[in-house]
């Protein structure tokens, strides 16, 4: 198990557990967009990182009827829960902040299985959203999958917007686990 070091905003910092030697994924469709991915920097990105978080949950919160102050801390308490078990439980995984323009605008996270490409997290902040690059993102995923001869795994809240592109895509739903569906794609030759 790693360390882990407390920072001035109170989130729980792991010791860096990211191979800085591997390769990181090429992701041609998103390259040509100007989208650039690279290594989350546990220190530096944890803020952004946290914004995007937020920016998921907006909708969500929205009818809630806390103040501003109990939101934030809601969210901050979420957010750190959730980071502290992708660290735990997959260590392994390409965790990767999507830039554009040189600033910080979205995070994929890769988990690569012997089966399958497990997407744990892909995320736009608000201003990037259905502009084509999440489906440029995804479909180089898909192929990524593809040439290693593995699917494609997500679990998705049941009525996350981006629902219609993963079935555009040719996800279909194979599970269930409480909101989140279970999507999966494989290859067009592993379903003949």
């Known amino acids: 198990m790693s360390e882990q070091t407390r920072d001035s905003d109170g989130f729980d910092r792991p010791d860096p557990v990211i191979s800085a030697g591997d390769p990181l994924p090429v992701l041609p469709r998103a390259a040509a967009l100007g989208m650039v991915f690279r290594r989350m920097r546990p220190e530096a ?7 995007l978080y937020a920016s ?11 103040s501003a102050e109990q939101k934030a801390a809601f969210l901050a308490q ?22 554009l323009a040189g600033q910080p605008v979205g995070r994929l996270y890769l988990d690569t299985r012997e089966s399958e490409l497990r997407i744990v997290d892909v995320a736009l902040m608000p201003a990037q959203r259905s502009r084509g690059l999440g489906g440029a993102i995804l479909t180089d995923v898909l192929e990524l999958a593809e040439r290693g001869g593995r699917g494609v795994g997500i679990h998705v809240e049941q009525f996350n917007p981006a629902m219609r592109l993963y079935q555009r895509l040719g ?22």
């Open 56 to 66: 998921t949950r907006e909708d969500e919160l929205a009818p809630v009827p806390w």
């Open 78 to 99: 979420q957010f750190q829960a959730q980071h502290s078990h992708y660290m735990q439980h997959m260590p392994q995984a390409d965790w990767m902040v999507i830039e």
């Open 171 to 192: 996800f279909v739903k194979c599970g269930e686990t409480g909101v989140y569906h279970l999507m999966r794609w494989d290859p067009p030759a592993a379903t003949r």
């Open 45 to 51: 990105d944890l803020p952004f990182l946290f914004r």
